[in-house]
Each structure stands twice: as C-alpha cells, then as structure tokens.
C-alpha cells in the first residue's frame, strides 16, 4: 500500500517565480486525487510526471481563486488528452453554476462526463468513498465558506503466514474460514490456534490538508492522531497581526495545531509572498512541534 502527496503549488493568493497557487494531488496506490486547483495546475501535473489520466475525484476546498482558478483548465486539458472516465467534482455548491457555464462555452464536446458534488463546507461529513478509502470535510475558520479534507485508507485484509500455511497443507475453504476468525484442525484432530495463522493487517494511513483558515482548535478531534497534517503557515509571528483580517494562521500556530492533535508529522505551506527565504516559519513551526518540514513545488512526501 502506497500513499504519497505530491504538492503542485503552495504560495498565497499571489504566485512567485517558485511557488505557483494551491494545488496538490493524494495518491493512494496509483489512483490519485486532485486537491485544490490553483492557476497552472495541468501543466504542473506535466511538469511532477503525474498522468492527470489517473485522476478519481477532485476536491475544492473553497472558492478563492488561488484554489480553483486552474480547475476548468485541467477538465480542457483532459478532454484534449481523451479521456474516457467520469470526473467527479466535490466543492462548494456556489461552483456549480460557474463551472458549468465554462464548460458550456469551452468544452462542449467532452469524452466523458464531469459530475459536480456538492457539499456543506460547514459540516464534517464523508463525501467521498471508494474502495481504498475515504474523504470527510474539516471545516475551517475562512473569509467565506472552507474546509479542509481528510483522507483515511480503509483498513486492509489480515496478513496470513505463508509458510505455516504451506506446512499445514492448508485448503482455500479453511482459509477463508481462517480469514473469518476460526481456529484450524489438521487431519489427526489437532487444532491450531487461529492466531498463529493470521496476523494484523498494516495500519491504515491518513492525511489532513487544513488551508485556508485561521487558528481554531475545533479541528483537533477530526485530525487527531492523522500521519501527515498539511496546514497553512501564511505568516511569520512577526506578522501575527495579519490573521485576524485575512483568517489565515502563522506557522508557529500550524505547529500548535499539531502538537495539540498529536499528529505524526506537520508540513507547512501556503506561504505569504513576502518572504523571500521560509527557514524562520519552519523554526517557529518547529518551536511548537519538532516534526515538521516546509513544503515547496514539486515536493512528494510519501509515508
């Protein structure tokens, strides 16, 4: 089982000649999910050697357009590529209208068909659900109606011993039975304890992309525990005054967020672009919570 992300963009509102706007894709074994959708974004896929043919879904987290700008760009894009599979489209219903007037007039004769999903930014709530697993919402603290995403991978199958198997000359049908929590009885009527056949499945990982918002503990019992947070660090403290008009956080309170949630390792993004170097937001970060790294374009974090 894989799970990486891969970060397209991570300035603010305004893009530098190093950081295009907010953008990132959550791969989870091969099949990849669009978060955000900032200016650039399909020749960022390009550009990170993501086949944007492998895309699921595609989540907009809000309707600021650093996060969705690039968003009827990729569909173009897409369709240009002939692509066959549907694409679904989970964002703030206000998008609805306004995507579906871009594809009207740009992409009139599309493969395959784009569905939007609306939902209640102001609501946790799964919105997502494959096979592999599944996505709820994390309402955020913003200038309009945010959230974030979790990411959870649905727990996998018991990891059965091979070679005891071998031994035993275990059947398929006293596997599946062994699968199902019974214990194993050879030929000669010895029974073989269950446990010694069956293991654990791996842990199951997660991811939380908390941005744009301001500090507010209300999402700590949504992400506690995640294995990777991304939060937004758009201020240094010496700018901490900027929060209360923008709704955004400081890197020292992105890494309060983790220390609280005691999640397993921070990033931090979405930079303002005033700071010409980051090493001061990753130390305030770090004076809060020691596991954190600066995210920057074309980073892939994999865990």
Same mark, same amino acid.
């Given at each position: ?26 791969? @989870? ?41 690039? @968003? ?40 395959? =068909? ?60 006293? +596997? ?28 199951? =990982? ?13 999402? +700590? ?22 929060? =209360?008009?923008? @709704? ?15 999640? =397993?390792?921070?990033? +931090? ?23 954190? +790294? ?10």
């Amino acid at each position: 089982m894989g799970f990486s992300v891969t970060i397209l963009g991570n300035s603010s509102a305004k893009p530098t000649p190093h950081a295009h706007p907010s953008s990132q894709v959550v791969n @989870l074994n091969e099949q990849y999910y669009l978060v955000d959708a900032g200016e650039g974004v399909q020749q960022q896929l390009i550009r990170r050697g993501i086949n944007p043919l492998r895309l699921r879904a595609v989540f907009i987290s809000h309707l600021h357009g650093d996060h969705c700008f690039g @968003l009827i760009s990729v569909i173009s894009t897409l369709g240009m590529l002939h692509h066959t599979g549907d694409i679904y489209i989970h964002a703030h219903p206000d998008l609805h209208p306004v995507l579906q007037a871009q594809l009207d007039y740009f992409c009139k004769d599309l493969p395959f =068909k784009v569905y939007f999903e609306g939902f209640n930014p102001l609501k946790n709530e799964v919105i997502y659900e494959d096979r592999s697993l599944t996505v709820q919402t994390i309402p955020l603290v913003h200038s309009m109606p945010t959230c974030g995403f979790l990411f959870k991978e649905k727990e996998g199958q018991p990891h059965l011993n091979r070679e005891l198997l071998d031994f035993y000359n275990v059947g398929i049908e006293d +596997i599946k039975h062994l699968k199902e929590g019974a214990d194993f009885t050879t030929e000669d009527g010895r029974i073989i304890p269950n446990s010694r056949f069956i293991t654990a499945p791996t842990p199951a =990982k997660s991811y939380a992309y908390c941005s744009d918002t301001a500090y507010t503990e209300r999402i +700590i019992p949504i992400i506690e525990g995640v294995d990777v947070l991304f939060h937004e660090a758009t201020f240094a403290e010496e700018e901490a005054f900027r929060t =209360k008009a923008t @709704l955004h956080s400081t890197a020292k309170q992105a890494g309060m967020i983790a220390q609280k949630a005691q999640v =397993k390792q921070l990033i +931090i993004g979405h930079y303002s672009a005033r700071y010409a170097t980051l090493d001061h937001l990753l130390a305030e970060a770090k004076s809060e919570f020691s596991n954190t +790294i600066l995210s920057f374009d074309g980073m892939k974090h994999e865990w």
